[in-house]
């Protein structure tokens, strides 16, 4: 980089640093549109190196008075009168909160801040300071895409192309492999859902693929084969079954939306075909081989105090017939290990290991998060399935297993409260899976 290169680009910064001053300086409300306008141009003059140095200055420059904060505080807990509380929650809020809804003001403002999150999110790991100007984005995005602000809309075949295209490119459970393979999934026996906010109209946020089908699948291949045949007939819908869900959105992460996603869909799903009787997933369990390499135990208090003397025994036993520190999966797995052509001891130690990790680690901290993200949203463990995944992804991550999770639409808010409590729901088959 030449000297007038660095020049032009210590400038920009400089500019969009002044932006935000004046920004946040302005006192009126007519200068406003104009002045936020001036942040976002700014700020997407800015090269990817510049993102550190530009959030750098909102943390240094935008943080509460630490005394007025003390002072406020101790007001408080003097007198805990309205007064008082006002006060300490306006002196508590970060400057640049209110930054950022001014932001949102621009022309294309509620855009720009979900890019700007993003590009933050790219910085965390080396400036983990900026978590503070992180955790201040995302309380924020959390009000403004706030599921009651968002519109459900079916996407079908006949959806701007453009939506079309996005499903295609933020697919990330089972790729779409080009358009004969989304017009597959978006035939009568399918259903695509998605979230979209008022200001990004053409933006999916979030997405849901359903299969209606006449029983709980335990495969993925004929679920997202697009040359499989169509169930053509209504009443042979008994079962809605949830098989991918993806987030469109990078600076939307950690903004809750697929829970209510997948709540909405089943009760609009029960509205138009009121034979369905059963809601399920078809789910992943990404991390699974990994936890058994690294020695299938549980770190959270809770989970180890369920961990009981004779499933510790189950474990170990399975462990010991599994042998990876002979051979670990990957090299079993380049060697052509396949589920078909398992043993059928391997085969009970690998179900007897998945249903400990799914049915006693899941409400941990590093329990399976596709786990967490159903089991949290109110569903059940319903069932663990052998050879449901063959792609080199599943085996690789899971062995081929598969899991359902169940949505008994009357039970999803008790079942909720007890996985809030650390409690996991799982059925009886999948509890025999785990005894010795």
Known sequence: MNMLEKLAKARNLSKANNAVKRLISERGESNAVSMADDVVNNYRKLGKDQHVQFFTFLFEKFNPDADAVMKAAQNYAAEANARNYVRLQRIVEAPRQELFRRLNRASEGTAAVVQMRRDLLQVLDKKPELTAVDFDMRHLLSSWFNPGFLKMHRVDWKSPAEVLEKLIKHEAVHAIDGWDDLRRRLQPDRRCFAFFHPQLPNEPLIFVEVALLPEIPSVITPLVDKKADTVD??????????????????????VSMGNFLIKRVAEQLKAEFP?????????????????????????????????????????????????????????????GWHPDEASQK???????????????????????????????????????????????????????????????????????????????????????????
């Not at 007939?233 to 939307?252: D, M, R, T």
């Not at 105090?305 to 051979?327: G, H, I, M, V």
Request: proline fraction near 3%; glycine fraction near 10%.
């Open 275 to 335: 034979g369905l009787k059963t809601f399920v997933t078809l789910s992943p369990i990404p991390g699974f081989i990994d936890w058994v390499s690294a020695g299938a135990g549980f770190s959270d208090a809770v989970s180890a105090e369920r961990f009981k003397p004779a499933l510790r025994a189950a474990r170990d036993q399975a462990l010991t017939q599994l042998n990876l520190d002979a051979k670990s999966w990957s090299e079993r797995l380049s060697a």
């Open 346 to 436: 391997e085969k009970d130690a690998l179900l007897c290991l998945v249903s400990m990790y799914l049915g006693l680690g899941s409400a941990a901290r590093e329990g399976n998060p596709v786990a967490k993200f159903h089991l949290g949203n109110g569903a059940k463990l319903h069932q663990i399935n052998w050879a449901g995944d063959l792609s080199r992804k599943g085996l690789r991550q899971s062995a081929g297993l598969m899991v359902n999770y169940l949505y008994d639409l009357g039970n999803v808010e008790e079942n909720h409260e007890r996985f809030a409590n650390g409690e996991i729901v799982y059925s009886k088959a999948v509890g025999r899976l785990m005894q010795p």
């Open 233 to 254: 007939q209504v009443n042979q819908f008994k079962v809605a079954a949830f098989y991918s869900i993806s987030n469109c959105e990078p600076g939307l992460r950690g």
